[in-house]
């Protein structure tokens, strides 16, 4: 017996039904992944050739059903081109606002006479764009355990919690603050401050992002230093060592770690404070709708 010289082809549908039959989007057959993204290739990465039979030589529609939520379903994409075998849909650049969604969309090509064809396990992959990230949830930071007179951490950044600790308002849109405060020893060796410069950590689990947002690493390091308005503070002149606060950032892990060197005072009594912020950023899915952080996060 000859053998076989090609693998034998699935029996197409078309071949025993007169409803409509979807056999591959853009040529696949599982795995498909929707995505509203255009991208910036050759061909739009949101059109989408849908291949099968039945579908009438009438326009009808082409949708997608999920578990959407701020977009009423099902979502309809814009057809191009319609013929009873092969459908050219366009997915809507302007679509926003949803999370990706791993295979919980079914899309369905309908006919004007109703018979409809579906396919279950689509998923969508969300237009990515870089915005700030307006807060970070407090229960995600870890201060020094130092005692400090003051140790605060304020995010969302806003002029009535800047206002509780007697803080200016940073130079530029930030997603969190830090001041601390603290009457430190003085010794009556050298000049009365401590032998080496202080320095303390903060850290910042960036673990807890919603899955599809990241950290943008191009701003991981870039860290805004404040000076607060220190006569609100009841600090009133005198005389610093170091008068500049350091502030430094980088990523280990999924952690990002802030070190500080506080600024070392002397005002009838040695003293330190550091007010600085941080200003970051992420990349996720589009929609001022969407929060980067899960909604239980404090």
């Not at 990515?128 to 807060?135: C, F, N």
């Not at 007697?166 to 603050?177: C, G, I, K, N, R």
């Amino acid at each position: 017996m000859e053998r076989a010289k090609y693998a034998s082809q699935p029996i197409s549908m078309c071949r025993f039904t007169t409803d409509p039959v979807v056999e591959t989007v853009s040529g696949r057959q599982h795995a498909i992944v929707l995505t509203p993204d255009p991208g910036n290739g050759q061909y739009p990465a949101n059109q989408y050739t849908i291949r099968g039979c039945n579908f009438g030589s009438v326009q009808g529609k082409v949708q997608i059903y999920g578990s959407f939520i701020n977009n009423p379903t099902p979502v309809q994409l814009g057809i191009d081109s319609w013929d009873d075998n092969q459908i050219l849909v366009t997915f809507n650049p302007k679509f926003q606002n949803e999370y990706d969604l791993n295979s919980k969309l079914t899309l369905a090509v309908v006919r004007t006479d109703g018979h409809d064809a579906k396919m279950p396990g689509v998923s969508l992959y969300a237009t990515r764009v870089s915005r700030s990230l307006a807060r970070i949830p407090q229960s995600l930071v870890k201060v020094p355990t130092t005692h400090f007179d003051v140790n605060a951490y304020v995010s969302p950044v806003t002029g009535p919690a800047l206002k509780e600790w007697s803080l200016t308002p940073p130079s530029q849109p930030t997603s969190a603050v830090f001041w601390l405060y603290d009457s430190i020893w003085s010794s009556n060796v050298g000049d009365g401050y401590p032998p080496n410069r202080l320095s303390f950590s903060d850290s910042i689990d960036f673990s807890q992002l919603r899955p599809g947002f990241t950290l943008d690493p191009n701003l991981q390091a870039i860290v805004g230093k404040y000076y607060p308005d220190l006569s609100g503070n009841g600090v009133d002149g005198g005389s610093c060592k170091y008068m500049d606060v350091v502030v430094g950032a980088n990523m280990q892990g999924s952690n990002l770690l802030v070190g500080v060197q506080p600024a070392e005072c002397d005002n009838s009594g040695k003293f330190i404070y550091a007010y600085y912020g941080l200003q970051l950023s992420v990349t996720g899915p589009k929609g001022d709708l969407l929060d980067p952080w899960p909604g239980n996060l404090q």
